[in-house]
Protein backbone atom coordinates (compact mmCIF):
# COMPACT_ATOMS: atom_id res chain seq x y z
CA UNK A 1 0.00 0.00 0.00
CA UNK A 2 1.29 3.45 -0.79
CA UNK A 3 1.19 6.52 1.56
CA UNK A 4 -2.22 7.90 2.98
CA UNK A 5 -3.71 9.95 -0.20
CA UNK A 6 -5.45 12.72 1.97
CA UNK A 7 -8.80 14.41 0.12
CA UNK A 8 -8.63 18.33 1.12
CA UNK A 9 -12.53 18.48 1.82
CA UNK A 10 -12.39 14.99 3.78
CA UNK A 11 -13.38 15.31 7.22
CA UNK A 12 -12.04 12.07 7.81
CA UNK A 13 -8.79 12.52 5.81
CA UNK A 14 -8.46 15.49 8.43
CA UNK A 15 -9.57 13.50 11.71
CA UNK A 16 -6.63 11.02 10.60
CA UNK A 17 -3.88 14.06 10.14
CA UNK A 18 -5.32 15.06 13.85
CA UNK A 19 -4.70 11.60 15.01
CA UNK A 20 -0.98 11.74 14.08
CA UNK A 21 -0.63 14.88 15.30
CA UNK A 22 -2.18 13.54 18.40
CA UNK A 23 -4.71 16.14 18.37
CA UNK A 24 -7.68 13.53 18.21
CA UNK A 25 -8.78 12.26 21.13
CA UNK A 26 -10.74 9.60 20.02
CA UNK A 27 -8.12 7.84 18.13
CA UNK A 28 -7.05 4.55 19.86
CA UNK A 29 -4.67 3.28 16.86
CA UNK A 30 -3.15 3.10 13.50
CA UNK A 31 -3.03 0.37 11.90
CA UNK A 32 -1.47 -1.10 8.45
CA UNK A 33 -4.65 -0.04 6.51
CA UNK A 34 -6.55 2.32 9.13
CA UNK A 35 -7.40 3.79 11.91
CA UNK A 36 -9.38 2.70 15.37
CA UNK A 37 -11.25 5.23 16.39
CA UNK A 38 -14.18 5.26 19.46
CA UNK A 39 -17.20 6.63 18.36
CA UNK A 40 -17.75 9.89 20.30
CA UNK A 41 -21.07 8.81 20.54
CA UNK A 42 -21.22 5.82 22.94
CA UNK A 43 -24.63 5.20 23.23
CA UNK A 44 -23.68 1.57 22.38
CA UNK A 45 -20.42 1.34 24.71
CA UNK A 46 -17.57 0.10 22.62
CA UNK A 47 -18.66 1.88 19.73
CA UNK A 48 -15.73 2.24 17.52
CA UNK A 49 -14.78 3.47 13.43
CA UNK A 50 -12.44 1.58 11.82
CA UNK A 51 -11.02 4.40 8.41
CA UNK A 52 -9.11 3.88 6.30
CA UNK A 53 -5.87 5.30 5.91
CA UNK A 54 -6.45 6.23 1.76
CA UNK A 55 -9.57 8.33 0.67
CA UNK A 56 -11.33 5.99 -1.10
CA UNK A 57 -15.16 5.95 -1.52
CA UNK A 58 -15.89 1.84 -2.14
CA UNK A 59 -13.97 -1.09 -0.60
CA UNK A 60 -13.48 -2.60 -4.24
CA UNK A 61 -11.33 0.57 -5.13
CA UNK A 62 -8.67 -0.95 -2.83
CA UNK A 63 -6.25 -2.84 -4.31
CA UNK A 64 -6.59 -6.59 -3.49
CA UNK A 65 -3.89 -7.14 -1.12
CA UNK A 66 -4.96 -4.24 0.91
CA UNK A 67 -8.55 -4.32 0.66
CA UNK A 68 -7.84 -7.86 2.50
CA UNK A 69 -5.27 -6.79 4.80
CA UNK A 70 -8.11 -4.32 5.29
CA UNK A 71 -11.13 -6.28 6.10
CA UNK A 72 -8.40 -9.00 8.12
CA UNK A 73 -7.48 -6.02 9.89
CA UNK A 74 -11.29 -4.55 10.82
CA UNK A 75 -12.06 -8.46 11.60
CA UNK A 76 -9.05 -8.16 14.14
CA UNK A 77 -10.46 -5.08 15.27
CA UNK A 78 -14.21 -6.43 15.55
CA UNK A 79 -12.58 -9.50 18.04
CA UNK A 80 -11.04 -6.84 20.36
CA UNK A 81 -14.48 -4.75 20.55
CA UNK A 82 -15.64 -8.38 21.91
CA UNK A 83 -12.95 -8.67 24.45
CA UNK A 84 -13.09 -5.30 25.96
CA UNK A 85 -16.40 -4.99 25.99
CA UNK A 86 -18.29 -8.19 26.11
CA UNK A 87 -21.49 -7.39 23.78
CA UNK A 88 -24.02 -10.29 22.96
CA UNK A 89 -23.38 -9.14 19.19
CA UNK A 90 -21.60 -6.93 16.63
CA UNK A 91 -23.15 -4.63 14.08
CA UNK A 92 -21.01 -4.11 11.06
CA UNK A 93 -21.78 -1.10 8.79
CA UNK A 94 -19.86 0.62 5.88
CA UNK A 95 -22.52 3.35 4.70
CA UNK A 96 -20.70 6.14 3.65
CA UNK A 97 -23.57 7.94 2.70
CA UNK A 98 -22.81 11.35 4.51
CA UNK A 99 -19.06 10.56 4.91
CA UNK A 100 -17.73 8.84 1.44
CA UNK A 101 -14.43 8.07 2.90
CA UNK A 102 -14.00 4.72 3.46
CA UNK A 103 -15.02 3.52 7.42
CA UNK A 104 -16.57 0.82 9.32
CA UNK A 105 -19.31 1.93 12.05
CA UNK A 106 -18.60 -1.43 14.42
CA UNK A 107 -21.67 -1.43 17.57
CA UNK A 108 -21.82 -3.41 20.01
CA UNK A 109 -25.02 -4.54 21.17
CA UNK A 110 -25.90 -5.68 24.16
CA UNK A 111 -29.09 -7.57 25.88
CA UNK A 112 -30.16 -4.32 27.63
CA UNK A 113 -30.42 -2.11 24.42
CA UNK A 114 -33.66 -0.58 24.09
CA UNK A 115 -34.24 -1.54 20.46
CA UNK A 116 -31.76 -5.05 20.26
CA UNK A 117 -33.02 -6.75 17.54
CA UNK A 118 -33.33 -3.75 15.25
CA UNK A 119 -30.77 -1.33 13.62
CA UNK A 120 -28.97 0.86 15.46
CA UNK A 121 -31.00 3.71 13.03
CA UNK A 122 -34.52 2.96 14.20
CA UNK A 123 -33.15 3.96 18.18
CA UNK A 124 -34.47 7.14 18.52
CA UNK A 125 -32.81 7.48 21.40
CA UNK A 126 -29.15 6.63 19.77
CA UNK A 127 -30.18 9.29 17.05
CA UNK A 128 -31.15 11.83 19.00
CA UNK A 129 -27.31 11.36 20.70
CA UNK A 130 -26.17 11.26 17.76
CA UNK A 131 -27.54 14.61 16.42
CA UNK A 132 -26.87 16.30 19.12
CA UNK A 133 -23.83 15.15 20.69
CA UNK A 134 -24.85 13.40 23.22
CA UNK A 135 -23.67 10.09 25.37
CA UNK A 136 -20.23 11.70 24.99
CA UNK A 137 -18.37 9.93 28.04
CA UNK A 138 -16.42 12.95 29.85
CA UNK A 139 -12.14 12.59 29.37
CA UNK A 140 -11.31 10.15 32.09
CA UNK A 141 -14.22 7.61 31.14
CA UNK A 142 -13.20 8.24 27.06
CA UNK A 143 -9.47 7.27 27.79
CA UNK A 144 -10.43 4.45 29.98
CA UNK A 145 -12.61 3.20 27.01
CA UNK A 146 -9.37 3.49 24.86
CA UNK A 147 -7.21 1.71 27.21
CA UNK A 148 -9.71 -0.98 27.30
CA UNK A 149 -9.80 -1.12 23.28
CA UNK A 150 -6.25 -1.00 23.01
CA UNK A 151 -4.88 -3.33 25.31
CA UNK A 152 -7.81 -6.06 23.70
CA UNK A 153 -6.23 -4.80 20.00
CA UNK A 154 -2.77 -5.74 21.78
CA UNK A 155 -3.38 -8.88 22.14
CA UNK A 156 -4.58 -9.82 18.49
CA UNK A 157 -3.02 -10.55 15.17
CA UNK A 158 -2.25 -7.10 14.11
CA UNK A 159 0.67 -4.62 13.53
CA UNK A 160 -0.25 -1.28 15.66
CA UNK A 161 2.04 1.18 14.03
CA UNK A 162 0.93 3.69 16.32
CA UNK A 163 -0.86 3.74 19.79
CA UNK A 164 -2.95 6.67 20.36
CA UNK A 165 -4.82 5.77 23.94
Not at 75 to 81: F, L
Not at 121 to 143: H, I, K, M, N, Y
Request: proline share 5%; net charge neutral.
Amino acid sequence: MTGPRVEVDCHICADNARADAGAEPWSVARLETGYVRLNPNQYFTGSTFFLTKVCVHELHLLDRSTRLKHLDEMAEVAAAIFTAFSPRKLNYEALGNSAPHLHWWLTPRYASDPRGFAPIWVDLEFLRAQWTGGCRPDDSSRVQLGRQLLTALAARDVVIERAFA
